[in-house]
């Protein structure tokens, strides 16, 4: 069974542009959760897709959004991007929400200049 | 105050010794406590999964619960090289919940 797969693996961008990261979740799973990660503040929790509802979301400007497709893939977007949003974006999925049984991907690496 | 502290201090320690790491949290609706490994490079893996308060042990990891304290320890005994990673606790209030996650611990085995 294939696992959690993040596209792409790095980027790096400019200060004011927009980028996409996408998320398949592992077949049949159901929710795709995001979070961000950085060595000052960890992990911090972006927002939750389910069956293509958000269903939960954490305190991010509204720079940040998602979205989730039919076939329970994901992409976040980040617009106007800062030298802050610099960091590991990690998703992750679970079949039916249970974000106590969820499988990470190996994550975005995002270098904004 | 973080809903979850986790001292992210390095810890080093020789191999076969016993790693112990805590987190502290502030949330007293957290009932699901996790720890997870996490590589360098790669994403978190879910190591240990407690419900409420107790003790689970799963070979050479056991983690701990202390609800009255809200205290959650994981303890890793005969410490191996390939223990050499980034340790994270995480906790909610229910299994459909957002984590909350600690900063992490570094732990270096050294042979």
Not at chain 1, 2 to 27: D, E, N
Not at chain 1, 53 to 66: A, C, D, E, L, V
Not at chain 1, 78 to 102: H, M, P, R
Request: aromatic letters at 12%; charged letters at 15%; glycine letters at 8%.
């Amino acid at each position: 069974k294939a696992g959690v797969t993040q596209t792409p693996r790095y980027l790096i961008k400019t200060r004011g542009q927009q980028v996409t990261l996408s998320c398949s979740p592992i077949s049949g799973h159901r929710s795709v959760s995001w979070y961000q990660q950085t060595p000052g503040q960890g992990l911090q929790f972006l927002f939750e897709y389910f069956s293509e509802t958000q269903r939960n979301k954490g305190n991010f400007p509204g720079r940040f959004s998602g979205r989730q497709f039919s076939n329970s893939r994901s992409e976040m977007n980040v617009s106007t991007l800062e030298l802050g949003d610099s960091a590991l974006y990690l998703c992750a999925s679970s079949y039916l929400g249970q974000n106590t049984e969820a499988f990470f991907g190996q994550g975005t690496r995002l270098t904004v200049v | 105050q973080k809903e979850v502290e986790q001292d992210p201090g390095p810890l080093s320690v020789p191999e076969g010794a016993i790693v112990s790491l805590n987190c502290t949290y502030s949330n007293s609706a957290f009932q699901y406590f996790m720890w997870y490994r996490q590589y360098s490079r790669k994403g978190p893996e879910l190591l240990m999964y407690t419900y409420s308060s107790g003790n689970k042990e799963d070979g050479r990891f056991t983690a701990q619960v202390d609800k009255s304290s809200k205290y959650i320890s994981l303890f890793i005994r005969d410490s191996q090289p390939s223990d050499s990673a980034t340790y994270l606790c995480a906790m909610s209030a229910g299994r459909n919940n957002r984590l909350a996650f600690g900063k992490g611990n570094q732990v270096v085995v050294i042979p």
